[in-house]
């Protein structure tokens, strides 16, 4: 089994730029795609980005493209979510999510590990 924990959130100015990280543990040697969701207050959680085991193919929700980079190091098993041009509805929850398949992270099915996720607040 893999653990994921999450770190870097924190309060940000709008416009302002975080690095989320994830990192794992655990039965690293499997090959997981790896994603990123959040949870705002009072909403669903909903899907951020994802990358594949090699970092080949990476997808984006609309409401990040261009403003989101994620980024994976397999060697150290960490992967990174860059947020830049930060707005006051970025706030949330952000959770680190493996599964088996890029598919299953874009729709939020059959995935395997979360973490416990890391707050992220962005002020005006």
């Known amino acids: 089994q893999v653990q994921l924990v999450e770190s870097g959130g924190g309060l940000v100015q709008a416009g302002g730029s975080v690095n989320v990280s994830c990192v794992a543990s655990g039965r690293t040697s499997a090959s997981y795609a790896m994603g990123w969701f959040r949870q705002a207050p009072g909403k669903e959680r909903e899907f951020v980005a994802v990358?594949?085991?090699?970092?080949?193919?990476?997808y984006y929700a609309d409401s990040v493209k261009g403003r989101a980079t994620i980024s994976r190091a397999n060697a150290k098993n960490t992967v990174h979510l860059q947020m830049n041009s930060l707005k006051v509805e970025d706030t949330a929850v952000y959770y680190c999510?493996?599964?088996?398949?890029?598919?299953?992270?874009?729709?939020?099915?059959?995935?395997?590990?979360w973490g416990q996720g890391t707050l992220v607040t962005v002020s005006s």
């Open positions: 990358i594949s085991w090699t970092g080949g193919i990476t």
């Open positions: 999510a493996a599964a088996r398949a890029v598919v299953a992270l874009r729709t939020g099915g059959n995935i395997e590990v």
